[in-house]
């Protein structure tokens, strides 16, 4: 209550500031609160400059296990204070200003009172472009928020109280709980602190985060905290890893309530961040409305490198937000002077460019690559320059520079498209050579455990080149279609470069993914290598399976499922439609979008995830523009919101949400990711009657281009025709070339469809190399049988000759041809080659078994319970662990995860036997988060492997009573863990396969 006058008083003051409208004000339109409900750790609410490595922001969810959504959740009314960095997996420390008791613990969001946690009111608390502020309902304190790109400004209004303290804690929430290896914080002066947290992140990031606070006025005392010890009076406070560490700096509040605190951090020393703290914040002095408007001039900056005009209220705050967002999320790691440290842990030195961080450049060819390389291409160079002195660095491009570490998160290498566009839109201001060299060896070389932890390049490249696609027992049938187009990619600058050699050598490559589409069902499917198909198929299983509206997809298919993935040939949709069937695609298409209403994130169309973003824009190649113009719309009305809840439906991931809004908005998309060697636009309706792009002139010859849409609305979503610099435009796409020299692409916008415009438009896509002969393979086969097994063979390429070994010897044309199914009753090694012409496939291998007697094993040779090998590790699939040297070794009753030594990025081999009490027909179930296998008698029975939420399978298999071996390899990468094996059989109901049964040799 006592407060309640102060903060009545505050509120009308702070409500009483509205700014008055700017019309070159663009960040009157940013709402940085946009989306934060149900949120990832990269999308804040706070103050940060464009890649800050600073991004100052409110947290308030509760510390514990892995978290998606940690940090801030706008449904929670209070925060914890204020941390220092959002970037990936990786934290800081959080500042927070308090009265009266000291507490050291932050309290929960169900029990504020238990920490220093404070209440705030939604209605009260203000975010934009370069600034927060909330309201501390607990302590009557107004905390007020700026940045620059290594430092933050904050301003702390107190209550006129004796005395108040800001609280320094070294422990917050992040989305996976580091360990700390160490921390410290040290009184510099009265003024001026300076400390450092060692952490652990993941299996692959360890690193050391700097930082310097620096108070406007002396603190009259520091105290803090070592673990739950409080320490009243102290000048350094030092843990080795404790989980909590802090400090408190008490202020005298009778005269004056107002505290500034600056503060700048480094990965590199303290010095360091004193070094970025005085080069960025110095020339403030203490003016916190100056570091402000500073802030807000950079943004206004950017984001007026767009102007729109016309359209909604909404509409210009959705298309600022987003462009906001494409430059929040990824991070800038170097200093002020281009001091950076290496992944491994080395401290190096760039001298032009920033050295860039993030969470990888997954999907990213659909939106920031176009975004970016036209609005920033200087930044975008930037990047490539990151990427490539982080090459020189590691010997491997990374994709995902995650504290600049190998962190492997996603799949393939779409660092390769995002070079590649570079060159081909002529930003070029690094070494193409090098850059062509890096490209390459990433698609050559199999990925592989990095010696300074995590791991570098493609995990299933081998067996991609080997077979010509990933094969299910190995790796994501989707890695199959990602790596071709990298593969596309890569071809495109050889041909930019002259080497035709590589250029018919990828673009063959680019065409495997014709090895997975499986004509019988018109969809991209899991194959065996050698064959068969994947027997338990589902066109739409596993992308909505997770309880997060942009799903975590199923095994098979990275974060996406068959229906999503099957349209993934960005490079060639032409072949992908004549695989399909012109029909087939489009009244798929349409039937998919018809049943993903009315937010787009559902097991047909999700725009939420990166796999499906391109969906509707893929019209425009089908004959069916206007529906295209129709789905965009429908989309961008639909799935963007422009209040914190509904915000996003699915997930911004680092700006790549933002990016694709933008993009679309303005009526543009780059279906290739602009890689080709004469890059393209397609095109849809714009949003806004007039839109003007300001061109860089360091890097394109056009100062302007503008693009206008005449009557458009939401209901005139439709093209009735285009002009291009005043000439009629008859195709749905036009060459980047021409946009970058400047000019006008003019719209005529009607509300109902004109089926004439673009419908015979030719693709923009070339494929001028003869198609692959797919890779043959074995169907309806039995590779392990008791008796004989019926062999069928088969390959896809229509007119193409099969030809075939049984000895494991490469196969000929003056091999046996085959023509009709054949019999083993042995075991036999069949190696197989499809012929077409002159042209030849890939050769296929299939290992066939004949069931022969087990090794009898008795009771008095073993002993009750399992063996098994732990190790850590970030694995993908089950053979990503198995030539591991264990991290230990033990002995469990049973089938348990209860010796890991962490929550994530683990894996366990268990081998034994299990006893078989009678003949019969038994059905083992494995339920497993992430991937595993289990092998009965040495054979493969169940194989659920891969990344995925928990999934049961199961299989019968007929057995005598006695002991069989039996083998489960599982593991774990993030997120939750879980392990079931359980059994039914005769005189068995379902259960756990219990103690009683396991166990191992003596």
Known sequence: MKYKLYLSLLILAFTACAVKDDPVDYTRYVDPLIGTHS?????????????????????????????LGAGYEYNINSITGFGHVHSWMMGSFVTMPTTGEIKIAPGTAADPDSGYRSRINNEFTEAS????????????????????????????????????????????????????????ITKVSDTEVEGYVQREAGEWNEYTLYFVARFNRPFISM??????????????????????????????????QTVLLKTAISYVSTDQARLNLETEMDQFDWSFEAAHQNAKDVWNNLLGKIKVEGGTKADKIKFYTNLYRTYCSRTIFSDVNGKYVDMCENVQQVAD??????????????????????????????????????????????????????????????????????????????DAEKAYKAIKEIQMNNGRPHECGGYAGNRNLDTYLKNGYVPANEGPVSNTLEYAYDDWCVAQMAKALGKTEDYEYFMQRSQYYRNVFDKSTGYVRPKYSGGPWLEDFAETKGAGESGHSFGFGSKDYVEANAWQFSWFAPHDLKGLIELMGLDEFNNRLEYGFENSRPYFTADFVNIGNQPNMEAPWLFNYSGKPWLTQYWVREVLDNYFGIDPVNGYHGDEDQGQMGAFYVLSAMGLFQMDGGAAVDPVYELSGPLFEKITIQLDQDYYSGKQFIIEAKNTSSKNRYIQSVKLNGKPLDKFWFKHSELVKGGKLVFEMGSEPNKKWAVNSPHPQVMDIDPIVATPYVFDTEKVFSDETKVQLTCDTEGAKVYYTLDGSEPDKSSRLYYKAFTLTNSATLKMKAFWGERESLPAVVEFKKRGQIKEVYMKDVKPGLTYKYTHGIYRVVNDFLSVPPFKKGIVPA????????EQFFSFDYEGYIKIPKDGEYTFYLACNDGGRLYI????????????????????????????????????EGGRNGLIVSWEGPGIRKQEVPPSVLFHEK
């Not at 007020?144 to 320094?168: D, N």
């Not at 999907?363 to 090459?391: A, C, H, I, Q, R």
Request: charged residues 25%; contains cysteine; aromatic residues 14%.
């Open 39 to 67: 949120s990832r750790w990269m999308l804040f609410p706070g103050p940060c400059l464009p890649f800050g490595m600073v991004k100052l922001s409110s947290d308030n969810t509760d510390e514990g296990a892995y978290k």
């Open 895 to 902: 089938f348990s995860i209860e010796p890991r030594e962490k």
């Open 353 to 430: 460019f920033p050295v860039y961080g993030c969470d990888a450049f997954w999907g990213s060819f659909w939106n920031l690559n176009p975004l970016w390389s036209l609005v920033t291409p200087k930044m975008y160079e930037d990047w490539v320059n990151s990427l490539l002195e982080l090459y020189d660095r590691g010997g491997w491009l990374p994709d995902a520079p995650g504290g600049l570490e190998y962190s492997s998160i996603m799949v393939a290498a779409h660092q390769v498209p995002f070079i590649v566009t570079a060159w081909q839109k002529g930003i070029r201001g690094f």
């Open 129 to 184: 472009a370069g600034y927060y502020s909330a309201i501390l309902e607990d302590y009557g304190i107004k905390a007020e928020l700026t940045a620059t790109t290594r430092g933050g400004f904050q301003r702390y209004t107190f209550p006129k109280t004796e005395s108040g303290q800001v609280l320094i804690d070294l422990q917050g929430t992040e989305e996976e709980p580091p360990t700390i290896l160490e921390a410290e």
């Open 223 to 256: 105290g803090g905290w070592e673990g739950t010890k409080i320490l009243e009076e102290t000048d350094k406070i030092k843990v080795d890893e404790i989980d909590d560490l802090g400090a408190f700096l008490k202020f005298d509040l009778r005269e004056d």
């Open 937 to 972: 008698d040495d054979y493969l029975l169940l194989n659920n492997d891969g990344l995925h939420p928990i999934v049961e399978i199961g299989k019968p298999v007929s057995l005598k009573a006695a002991l069989h071996p039996i083998s489960v390899k599982y593991f774990q």
